[in-house]
């Protein structure tokens, strides 16, 4: 989801496969989840005709195809979100001097060549995706510099496994976050750490 997030801003195309790969080989992630939302599910039902027409990123209508059968019977389904949630992920990208560098993809998310989302179309973010671009030795290290949605005694973050050792209450899960774009399938998994950390105390 992040790659094809940071390609969208970028303006790749979906089917340059091969930019979305090479994007997704140089980012390495963390999240640090300040509020944990609760789940909702929304049911949604729409009745479309084969002569409507809908606005695309692109900014221009795109028709629809089908016979007519296709749109006698509403369109029904259900979608599920998780509301009111904050986090805050951290990207860091191998090969610094590879385009795009980390200040191309800062600006590609101040000005995006297309309308971004979360997840789905309707998800659009309700204020600026980026916080900052901060130098820190690890990605945990790179929070200290993101502000906190709101106090806690402690925090949850997922980590790359290796920036979890020697960390107390470490819980290793596989996420199938890893996706072959020029096959266009999701073809294997990652391990990630889940950590909870007390919140740090200002003297």
């Not at 084969?50 to 695309?56: E, L, M, V, Y």
């Not at 029904?76 to 610094?96: G, T």
């Not at 995706?129 to 993101?146: K, M, R, Y």
Request: proline share 7%; aromatic share 6%.
């Amino acid at each position: 989801m992040l790659t094809g997030l940071l390609a969208n801003a970028l303006g790749y195309d979906r089917t340059e496969a091969e930019r979305h790969q090479r994007l997704q080989d140089r980012m390495t992630f963390a999240v640090r989840l300040d509020r944990p939302g609760s789940e909702l599910r929304d049911f949604q039902t729409a009745q479309l005709a084969k002569a409507d027409t809908g606005w695309t990123t692109h900014g221009v209508p795109e028709g629809r195809r089908g016979g007519g059968g296709t749109y006698e019977s509403p369109h029904i389904r259900y979608r599920h979100y998780l509301a009111d949630a904050s986090l805050v992920v951290s990207i860091a990208l191998s090969d610094a001097d590879e385009a795009p560098t980390v200040d191309e993809v800062a600006d590609a998310l101040r000005q995006p060549a297309r309308p971004i989302f979360i997840g789905r179309k309707p998800c659009v973010p309700s204020a600026p995706l980026l916080i900052g671009v901060v130098e820190a030795p690890t990605l945990l290290a790179s929070f200290d510099q993101a502000p906190l949605a709101q106090a806690a005694s402690s925090f949850r973050f997922v980590l790359p496994e290796h920036e979890a050792e020697g960390l107390d209450r470490v819980e290793v899960v596989r996420l199938t976050g890893h996706r072959d774009w020029v096959a266009g399938i999701h073809s294997g998994q990652q391990r990630r750490a889940i950590v909870s950390i007390p919140a740090k105390v200002s003297p």
